[in-house]
């Protein structure tokens, strides 16, 4: 019987010595690219979950990814691959694959190996972004990705994109949002905020309260997050201006995730008064990246941790978190919500 203090992974825990005791890929949609990157036809190699990955546009602008080593002589498709009526064909040898993997043509042979196939991994486009599911038990996507109001908005800005590399892991990172101290000690933030969290099957929403300083005096605001699993995210701020973060978390290889942010400010008077109000914001979001940086990078997960009574709602976020872990997971376990991220221990 499993305890609180040992969560049923789906695999046995990396080695002793680890920073983090929790498997490095969790189960979640990860954006890999942004739309606009892969344009018609266009193919782009990638690097995520500790493997090698193909991302490619078809014919009918569907974006489409697979592994990426042809299984033939183990050719690249990435790197010299060509699109061709929906599939992808090969540099080294021009064996043809379709966006199920399934190798459909072989030029120089009667035919096709039985075992020439690749993994096709779910892929889905919207907002602005293309993201995988990786699901531990290789199992099929348990929920969507929803649509974002404000992307399509002419009253909001496009997208302003940022991007780091950071040693850390995705829970890591997430918990963030629920440590409520962190916000005064590390940032200098005149209150220390007071989170509120809840769960909603693989949803995680967090309110946090927040004072700005103005001139003009303190204004009272409030940063609400939604939480989509590890890898998506939306972060709205309200109080001086509204301003939108959609954020992406994604496991590289074991050490090191991708971080995008795509930030949205809500139109104020002219282009330039709201250039200027998206630039301080995205300022101040990167100066607080840069004090935690430098932490998530040092640091080691403590499982358990020893909490006080103003520490936040660390405690929920981590059983949230133990769902994303479970090789079995289905729709419907997800859908239980609370009660299943308390069954999770």
């Not at 991302?55 to 691959?81: K, M, N, Q, S, T």
């Not at 909490?307 to 419907?332: H, M, N, V």
């Amino acid at each position: 019987m499993t305890t609180a203090t040992e969560p049923r992974y789906a695999a046995a825990p990396p080695p002793h010595g680890y920073r983090f005791p929790v498997p490095p890929y969790p189960t979640g949609w990860f954006q890999v690219a942004y739309s606009d990157e892969l344009g018609p036809a266009g193919v782009l190699p990638l690097h995520y979950f500790g493997q090698h990955l193909v991302l490619y546009r078809d014919g009918d602008g569907i974006a489409r990814v697979l592994d990426a080593f042809c299984p033939h002589l183990g050719a690249h498709l990435g790197y010299g691959g060509v699109v061709e009526d929906g599939c992808i064909r090969c540099p080294f040898h021009a064996w043809k694959f379709n966006g199920a993997g399934e190798c459909v043509e072989v030029p120089y042979a009667e035919k096709i190996p039985a075992l020439a196939k690749l993994r096709a991994w779910p892929v889905c486009e919207k907002n602005g972004l293309i993201l995988v599911f990786h699901h531990i038990g290789g199992g099929e996507p348990l929920w969507d990705i929803p649509d974002v109001p404000e992307y399509a908005d002419p009253n909001w800005t496009d997208y302003i994109r940022r991007r780091w590399r950071i040693r850390s892991h995705n829970q890591e990172m997430g918990e963030n949002a629920v440590d409520s101290a962190h916000f005064k000690y590390v940032h200098g933030t005149p209150e220390q905020p007071r989170s509120r969290a809840e769960i909603e099957g693989h949803i995680l929403h967090v309110r946090s309260p927040v004072q700005y300083t103005t001139p003009q005096g303190t204004v009272e605001g409030q940063i609400a997050s939604d939480n989509y699993g590890f890898g998506f995210g939306i972060v709205r701020f309200t109080g001086i201006v509204e301003t939108l973060i959609v954020s992406s978390v994604t496991p590289i290889d074991g050490e090191y995730v991708d971080v995008r942010f795509s930030f949205k400010t809500k139109r104020i008077g002219s282009e330039e008064i709201t250039s200027n109000v998206g630039k301080a914001f995205i300022a101040e979001i990167e100066r607080q990246m840069g004090q935690d940086i430098p932490i998530w990078e040092n640091k080691v997960m403590k499982v358990p941790p020893v909490l006080c009574d103003g520490d936040g709602p660390i405690g929920l976020f981590r059983r949230w978190s133990k769902q994303f872990y479970l090789p079995d997971a289905t729709p419907e376990m997800f859908a239980a919500g609370q009660q299943h991220a308390d069954g999770a221990s």
